[in-house]
């Protein structure tokens, strides 16, 4: 669900450790290793900020918003998942209008590091939308379900092309759900149904989507902008402004100039 505000159901989390007990020992620190950002994202809007959201030492949600390498403590008793999202509060992209990097812990905790990819950022809303209420109870619940089995999925030839390329074109959400239904094989996974959207843009010549997977889109001059979008919101940025749109609507946002 590109540029989504409710991406993550942040008040839903917490639910997952409701009786998670503190450690009462020394807990160790990781250090953050953020993936580098695309270079069009680096292009057109520079270098992010990032909002970094996990489980910490006691089982409680913790954010950090930082601009370099952090350290972080994390709850050790099953897999954590740590979200991290990048935003340009100068050009009004919030967090979470941006598809995160993410990691889970244990898999990619590395002695002191925690090395965080944009692949994991699929893994870490993954995990959160399978904490949702509908998984009370359920065997399904994330830090039961079998992670790496997951990931090699993400890689198997029998799942759409198109996922593989950007798993963001899959709905993940609706996944989870089917997933703490009634269990998971890849045929659960298929992408979201797409249709071209012409959009005449004032401005803006190059362009990016919320996707880091996704290739920058190249406009000419007086031409239209010709999206691919679904019935969930989508964002897409240039250096001039935003375009938010879904199937047949469509609004443009210019920035707000430096000068």
């Not at 996990?54 to 008793?77: A, K």
């Not at 965080?116 to 209420?133: K, M």
């Not at 979201?192 to 190249?218: C, H, K, Y």
């Not at 964002?235 to 047949?248: D, E, K, L, N, P």
Request: glycine fraction near 8%; include cysteine.
């Amino acid at each position: 669900m590109q540029g989504d505000p409710g991406l993550v159901c942040w008040g839903l989390v917490p639910l997952l450790l409701l009786g998670a007990c503190g450690h009462g020992f020394f807990t160790p620190s990781y250090q953050l290793e953020l993936p580098p950002v695309p270079p069009a994202w680096a292009e057109i809007l520079g270098a992010p900020h990032w909002r970094v959201a996990w489980f910490g030492p006691e089982g409680t949600w913790e954010t950090l918003d930082t601009s370099e390498v952090s350290t972080i403590q994390v709850f050790e008793e099953w897999t954590n998942p740590i979200i991290a999202f990048p935003y340009w509060p100068e050009r009004g992209i919030l967090p979470e209008l941006m598809r995160p990097a993410g990691a889970l812990f244990p898999f990619d905790a590395d002695d002191k590091w925690i090395r965080l990819s944009w692949r994991g950022g699929v893994d870490a809303v993954v995990y959160l939308a399978l904490a949702a209420p509908e998984g009370q109870g359920n065997k399904r619940l994330p830090h039961y379900f079998n992670w790496p089995r997951f990931r090699e999925l993400l890689e198997d030839p029998g799942i759409p092309e198109a996922i593989r390329h950007d798993p963001w074109t899959a709905d993940w959400h609706s996944i989870a759900l089917k997933i703490v239904q009634s269990g998971f094989d890849r045929r659960r996974i298929i992408p979201l149904e797409q249709e071209e959207l012409s959009v005449p843009v004032p401005q803006g010549d190059r362009w990016i989507g919320t996707s880091p997977f996704m290739e920058a889109l190249n406009r000419e001059a007086g031409d239209s902008l010709h999206l691919q979008v679904s019935s969930q919101v989508d964002t897409y940025i240039s250096s001039a402004g935003m375009v938010r749109c879904t199937q047949g609507i469509w609004i443009w946002i210019a920035f707000k100039s430096e000068e």
